[in-house]
């Protein structure tokens, strides 16, 4: 990343776009052409997906099994769609078959869900739901948490639409949205009746940037060019590493901390089966305090996050993520709770 800036239109820096959008095909298991990095958080890499595939009147199926499926109820309905709440008690899945019926009774044109809920560190079982729901809809998956870390597999589980982050299990600073597109999805983007709700996201204008047509570019906006490097070398060592012994080794640390953590009076969130190696969520013990995560900060220079919604002030959420996901780390940790509690 502190390699010197190019133009964002110079014909390296266009190379390293290809060679970026060829790994991410990669990385998604996908021969998606539409596939690139959005100049946004993993945030904007939800805005996009939603916006692009609403229409203002389209019904949508969402599952919520946490905040982050119901942020994706909130990004739906602005961009004007009539959403049906499919809901799951916070830990665990959103039932497949619940979904598929919200689907027909509803005549849902969208589906969208959650793989990895990092509000809980629960797995969403996005595998099933294709074959649950038919063939017509559009299924759009949030992979921000997943993808680098546990399998996600876009062709093979028929997913339309998906999004990730780079801060996650890609170990990349934070602010691009790996996002691809499925020739589906590109038709619905083609015969939507409606502009896209957002300039900046819409997909057929940054399918204009991003895609080599006869070696021309049309401007759309300038990317973050070290953002882009940064993700450009990440995917790099993902692939290097490959994916079958990545996800691997984030199975391994993930069940090194749960047991561990399980000895010292820890309650997982995430039911049995379903749960995340790369995000573990866990009620504290009881007598213990919210506080102890500032101890962890200034004494240890460890990290760790606090619970989201319901679980805020009584829940942990720790990150065992790309690079980070090792034994040691969790071991560190571990060390340290035992000095402090």
Known sequence: MGKPVLGHLDPEFISIMDETSAALREVFQTTNQL?????????????????????????????????FGARLVEMARRAGGIVTEVTAPWGMPVPTE?????????????????????????????????????????????????????????????????????????????????????????????????????????????????EDVEHRRAYHHTAPISMVYGLHEGLRLVLQEGLDARWARHHDAGRFLRNALLERDFELIAADGYRLPQLTAVRLPKGSDDSLRGDLLREFDIEV?????????????????GLGARRQHALRLIQALDALM
């Not at 996050?305 to 993520?321: K, Q, S």
């Open 35 to 67: 596939t690139f990095p959005v100049s946004g958080t993993g945030s904007a890499g939800a805005e996009a997906a939603l916006v692009n595939m609403i229409d203002p009147g389209d019904r949508i199926v969402v599952g919520v099994a946490g905040v």
């Open 98 to 210: 619940k979904v598929a019926e919200a689907v027909r009774r509803r005549g849902a044109k969208i589906v969208a869900i959650v793989h990895a809920e990092t509000s809980t560190g629960m797995r969403q079982p996005v595998d099933e739901i294709r074959r649950a729901i038919g063939d017509d809809p559009i299924l759009i998956v949030d992979a921000v948490t997943s993808l680098g870390g546990i399998e996600v597999d876009v062709d093979s589980w028929g997913i339309d639409v998906c999004f990730s982050g780079t801060q996650k299990c890609l170990s990349v600073p934070p602010g691009l949205a790996p996002i691809t597109f499925s020739p589906r999805a590109e038709w619905k983007l083609e015969t939507r009746a409606t502009p896209v709700q957002s300039w900046y996201f819409d997909a057929r204008l940054l399918r204009s940037y991003w």
């Open 305 to 321: 996050g606090g619970g989201l919604g319901e679980f805020a002030g009584v829940a942990w959420r720790i990150g065992l993520m």
